[in-house]
């Protein structure tokens, strides 16, 4: 298990490229920042499982960004529990394709009083892949004036392709603020067209509103994540 | 729930202490109990000797004896609520109420006991202003039942299970817990299966629209009970009609099952629109099963308030299986002190262009937990689906529990899916602004609770929506500060 801990006060920012199964624990101190993407770029013909367990501390902040693209089938569990007045940004971002097989797991836990979390889940899915998906977020007893959202949207790019998706929410407390939601739906036409009457065909179009639905958040390490998102799509046929 | 009940939980708690406080156990004779299984215990001789009694023909018999064996062979439930204190033994599984050896074919008819608690429902006074037929259920068996002349020329069949399975022996051979809920789904279908007795049979044939409500209300009276009444409704190509369910009971020391199941088979371009009010005591253990078969163009529609009971797992379901078939799940639930809802809906798109909506609210308070569970799944191949599902809770204080397992299972690449839950408190703005406008605390968290509830309640008869307003507020209040 690889270690990371960002001492009090300290920020940091980084990126980890996985090939094979890891698994990583990470520690932010009270006070402490970081942003942490991990890309999962394992051979297609390889089963990786992945672990992250964060823990966020007093009034520090976490933004986790996952990709998962590699794999033939990838288990991915992440546990993040968060203190009083954490704050939590968690981005992930899968693009599979062929028969790859995506299990996710995400169980986010606010354990204290004014903790903060959003979590976006992007998944498209092509050829015959199959994404499973478990979110949970849970405001414990007294995490009173918790604020807690998990939305996950998911893109089927083929007939064969399949995903599904549990969104669990669990309040033990009154005074929170906390929902979830969930998307699904194919390419939009219309989008298609108004590239189309701008000269982009309809290749080029689809890939650029696959990238806009899979990259659209802010991060400081985007480019790196959109640099790997960007080499998997260009090995996708139909676009 | 008739439309008389301006002062149901009133009288009703005058007649039973209902929630104010635990009731003792009444005197037998104080039960207006008619004929009580000897049998202790759920055994295959207690099969035979419900379906000896009800004079039943054999193939019912037969499907009695094999749902028992199912029954037996299946483990109860882990999941969901705690069940490790339902005591399936103990239960009395058939009572058969005093009075019904004489068939009563009028309100008068009527034992005066039983007479006086549906008359403090409202049952005569609901039948005499809005409904096209009615029916009262006491414990086992359904004691009354009555529909319009005009509703009976037109074909319409609408009567108790019990008789329907002597009058109208082939179509519930070919209805009855066959492809819609089988015996073999869960334990507790298998235990309907065995043990079922009373419920509703409503036929509608093709073209015919009921023009008003069709409704039965279900009391169940006799102490560690297990009522298990089956509704089977068949509307043919063309058809509609509504149909309202209702109950009650008293609150005894000793626990009581209710285990219905409800078939709903909704045939080519028709509508059926099932409404339940549930307000059991709070000794009742309501484990349902709910579910209904939608044809091509036809349209179902759930509303229902799950408001009594102690523990509640119920999750009516609509498979969609012809093309462009329609589904609504709208319903409110409310938990209060040692209160478990697990509730939720189950749509199963099973065909093209077809599309359903699910709107969920739950209120919990004073340590209840309320849990929307719900399935939405699109079948391979089912192009153009459109599904949306929307689960509100309001918690109103720090002890209660909301949570919500929504499980959205898609295989067609076409199919649009929205799902949207969201979690809150009463909001102390909203209250603030109210209260500044001179009205009161409580009167400000009934109106914020109204309007929560509002988008299910105004698809409701007038009459019940008035009443559901008013139950809900009973149970809210307190409920701040």
Request: with cysteine.
């Amino acid at each position: 298990m690889k270690r990371i801990s960002i001492a009090s006060g300290k920020e940091e920012c980084m990126l980890l490229q996985t090939t094979s199964s890891a698994s990583y624990s990470i520690m932010l101190a009270d006070g402490a920042r970081a942003e942490i993407a991990i890309v999962n770029s394992a051979p297609a013909d390889k089963d990786v499982e992945l672990k992250v367990e964060a823990k966020i501390g007093k009034n520090s902040a976490l933004t986790l960004i996952g990709c998962q693209l590699g794999g033939r089938e990838t288990k991915s569990n992440v546990k993040i529990s968060q203190k009083t007045g954490s704050r939590c940004e968690h981005f992930e971002v899968a693009l599979l394709s062929g028969s790859q097989r995506l299990l996710a797991r995400t169980e986010h836990l606010h354990n204290e009083p004014k903790s903060f979390s959003r979590s976006s889940f992007r998944y498209a899915a092509a050829g015959s892949a199959q994404v499973n998906v478990q979110g949970n977020v849970e405001i414990a007893r007294g995490a009173n004036s918790a604020d807690a959202h998990f939305v996950a949207k998911s893109l089927l790019l083929s007939r064969e392709a399949v995903v599904k998706v549990v969104p669990m929410l669990s309040v033990k407390t009154g005074e929170v603020t906390a929902g979830h939601g969930a998307a699904m739906a194919p390419v939009s036409a219309d989008e298609l067209f108004y590239l189309e009457s701008r000269g982009i065909d309809g290749a080029e179009g689809r890939r650029m509103i696959l990238e806009g639905f899979l990259l659209g958040f802010e991060a400081k390490q985007m480019s790196d994540v959109r640099a790997a998102v960007e080499r998997k799509m260009g090995g996708l046929d139909g676009f | 729930m008739g439309i008389a009940m301006k002062d149901m939980e009133k009288k009703i708690s005058e007649l039973y202490g209902r929630d104010a406080k635990l009731s003792a156990v009444p005197e037998e004779s104080k039960l207006n109990v008619g004929y009580k299984t000897k049998e202790k215990g759920l055994t295959e001789k207690l099969v035979r000797e419900i379906s000896g009694v009800k004079g039943e023909p054999e193939w019912m018999l037969k499907k009695r004896l094999e749902s028992f064996a199912i029954f037996k062979s299946k483990p109860m439930p882990t999941w969901g609520a705690d069940l490790s204190k339902l005591d399936l033994d103990a239960l009395t599984a058939f009572v058969r109420p005093k009075g019904k050896e004489n068939e009563p074919t009028k309100w008068e008819e009527v034992p005066k006991d039983i007479r006086k608690t549906f008359d403090v429902l409202g049952i005569p006074e609901a039948e005499r202003k809005f409904l096209s037929g009615a029916s009262a259920q006491y414990d086992s068996e359904v004691l009354y039942k009555s529909l319009r002349k005009n509703i009976t020329e037109l074909g319409v069949v609408f009567t108790d299970m019990d008789s329907a399975v002597k009058e109208y022996p082939e179509l519930v051979k070919r209805y009855f817990m066959t492809r819609c809920v089988p015996a073999k789904d869960n334990k507790f279908s298998a235990l309907h299966g065995a043990f079922w007795s009373g419920g509703s049979f409503v036929y509608v044939p093709e073209g015919v629209k009921v023009p008003s409500p069709l409704q039965i209300y279900f009391m169940m009276n006799y102490p560690g009970f297990g009522q298990m009444e089956h509704t089977l409704i068949v509307a043919e190509q063309g058809a509609s009609v509504q149909y309202i369910e209702g109950c009650s009971a008293p609150y005894y020391t000793r626990d009581s099952l209710h285990s219905a199941v409800v078939e709903i088979f909704a045939g080519k371009g028709s509508r059926v629109r099932y409404t339940s009010i549930q307000n059991w005591s709070r000794n009742v253990y309501n484990l349902n099963t709910k579910r209904a078969i939608v044809s091509e163009n036809a349209i179902m529609e759930w509303v229902g308030g799950t408001l009594g009971s102690g523990t509640t797992m119920l999750y009516p379901c609509s498979m969609l299986v012809g093309r462009g078939a329609r589904a609504e799940h709208l319903t409110i639930s409310l938990a209060g002190k040692g209160q478990v809802k697990d509730t939720g809906a189950k749509v199963l798109h099973m065909a093209p262009n077809t599309s359903s909506r699910v709107v969920s609210k739950s209120i919990c308070r004073g340590g209840g937990l309320v849990r929307y569970r719900g399935l939405l799944h699109v079948g391979k191949g089912c192009t153009g689906v459109k599904a949306n599902v929307r689960c509100d809770s309001i918690i109103a204080d720090k002890i209660s529990v909301a949570e919500t397992v929504p499980v959205i299972d898609v295989r067609s690449s076409d199919a649009v899916i929205g799902h949207e839950a969201a979690v809150g408190r009463i909001s102390d703005e909203q209250l603030f602004y109210l209260m500044s406008r001179g009205i009161d605390e409580n009167e400000a968290v009934s109106l914020i609770v109204r309007g929560f509830i509002e988008p299910i309640v105004k698809e409701l008869p007038l009459e019940y929506a008035v009443e559901m307003n008013r139950l809900v507020e009973m149970e809210m209040e307190g409920a701040v500060g």
